[in-house]
């Protein structure tokens, strides 16, 4: 009975290698990890001897002094208004922390009218017996 074919895998030290630690990355795929080319953009399979065999490809060597050359653009954030950013924040807390009907609380029924809060809620918009009070 012959032996079983050893499937490759990615292994991590292949990120340390010198050869390899400028360009390689780790990309997770349905089969596990595989290795990708930062310059080319390939996917490459996890077999040591493609990994250099690719390093020596005339594309791959075009692509890396492009890459190389080009300087970094350094990205400063804009600092914005912390009001702004506060208001924000209340904002998106009270709609993911609101039940639906909690709005019900923010309404006020003229008690002429309105037999309980609820009612309010099934009257049409345009009825001015109703007042909705938000502040």
Same mark, same amino acid.
């Given at each position: 009975m012959p032996k079983p074919q050893y499937s490759q895998k990615f292994r991590d030290s292949w990120l340390q290698d010198p050869d390899f630690k400028e360009w390689l990355q780790a990309v997770e795929s349905t089969t596990g990890q595989v290795a990708k080319c930062k310059f080319c953009g390939t996917i490459l399979r996890s077999h040591y001897g493609d990994l250099k065999t690719h390093a020596l490809l005339k594309k791959h060597q075009q692509?890396?002094?492009?890459?190389?050359?080009?300087?970094?653009?350094?990205?400063? *954030?804009?600092?914005?208004?912390?009001?702004?950013?506060?208001?924000?924040? $209340?904002?998106?807390?009270?709609? *993911?922390?609101?039940?639906?009907?909690?709005?019900?609380?923010?309404? %006020?029924?003229?008690?002429? $009218?309105?037999?309980? $809060?609820?009612?309010?809620?099934?009257?049409?918009?345009?009825?001015?017996?109703?007042? %909705?009070? %938000?502040e």
């Open positions: 692509n890396r002094k492009v890459i190389t050359k080009q300087p970094k653009l350094t990205f400063k *954030m804009e600092s914005t208004d912390n009001k702004k950013k506060d208001k924000a924040r $209340v904002a998106l807390f009270t709609a *993911m922390h609101t039940k639906l009907f909690s709005v019900s609380s923010a309404l %006020y029924c003229n008690p002429d $009218v309105c037999q309980s $809060v609820h009612s309010c809620l099934l009257r049409s918009p345009s009825d001015s017996s109703c007042t %909705y009070d %938000y």
